[in-house]
């Protein structure tokens, strides 16, 4: 991770660059695209998004996954007012806060102009979110990467939702073991490895974006000191990598 190159920028600033990524125009009511993104990316034939909760610039640095670490060309920091996984979902398929500005919704614009596009996470979320276009509801993240794998190559964006960390910790909570500190580290490396093994499928001249955001509510962490304030500055961060 010695050559990344880190780019600060706005969440919403997400659709209109994954939209030209993929080679369309985007439209001009969208807050513009990352600029430095586009000059290191543009033009790739995929991009394979797989978005994690609980995971922010400060779990990357505190529990180092080794593929993350490793093979990030580039690290966003994503500036916004609503890092939570429902804030996230709303902020990228529309491009704020508004619901379907102009009739946007970015899953459709990319339907509607020929890119294919297919959608992984929870029933309730996909109902709420995935606007009609191609999704696959799955409840375990299990099930979600057994899924990514017949899903990356076939089509021009797969977005993946890992989302186990909110069942387990209510799990856990009920049961009074393990900390949720605990529990956010064994995910993400967990993760990290299966994401490793979905770069490793990903044919050439792909973009592989890993998503953090904060969860679906804030938590009571058991951080003290100068971690706990390091930790409470966290930003979501998207780490991407071309394959």
């Not at 899903?151 to 890992?162: A, C, D, K, P």
């Not at 490396?189 to 499928?201: E, G, P």
């Given at each position: 991770m010695s050559t990344l190159t880190s780019i600060k920028c706005y969440l919403n600033q997400f659709p209109s660059t994954i939209i030209e990524l993929l080679g369309i125009q985007y439209p001009e009511f969208l807050p513009e695209p990352v600029s430095d993104v586009l000059d290191m990316y543009k033009g790739v034939n995929r991009v394979s998004l797989s978005l994690l909760d609980n995971f922010g610039l400060f779990e990357l640095s505190f529990f180092k996954p080794e593929f993350m670490i490793t093979n990030s060309e580039a690290m966003l920091l994503l500036s916004t007012r609503n890092p939570y996984t429902l804030g996230v979902f709303h902020q990228i398929m529309y491009g704020g806060f508004e619901v379907e500005p102009n009739g946007?919704?970015?899953?459709?614009?990319?339907?509607?102009?020929?890119?294919?596009?297919?959608?992984?996470?929870?029933?309730?979320?996909?109902?709420?979110?995935?606007?009609?276009?191609?999704?696959?509801?799955?409840?375990?993240d299990m099930s979600t990467w057994v899924e990514s794998a017949k899903?990356?190559?076939?089509?021009?964006?797969?977005?993946?939702?890992?989302l186990d960390f909110e069942n387990l910790h209510k799990q856990q909570?009920?049961?009074?073991?393990?900390?949720?500190?605990?529990?956010?580290?064994?995910?993400?490396?967990?993760?990290?490895?299966?994401?490793?093994?979905?770069?490793?499928?990903?044919?050439?001249n792909s973009l592989l974006i890993i998503l953090g955001d904060h969860g679906r509510v804030k938590l009571d962490l058991e951080y003290s000191g100068k971690i706990a304030q390091w930790r409470e500055a966290s930003v979501p961060i998207a780490i991407l990598m071309r394959k």
């Open positions: 946007f919704h970015l899953l459709r614009y990319l339907n509607e102009h020929g890119k294919k596009s297919c959608f992984i996470a929870r029933k309730k979320d996909l109902e709420r979110y995935s606007g009609g276009t191609h999704s696959i509801p799955k409840d375990t899903t990356i190559n076939n089509f021009e964006l797969s977005w993946m939702h890992y909570q009920a049961l009074k073991q393990r900390t949720p500190e605990d529990l956010i580290e064994k995910l993400i490396l967990r993760t990290d490895k299966w994401i490793l093994s979905n770069y490793k499928q990903l044919r050439n």
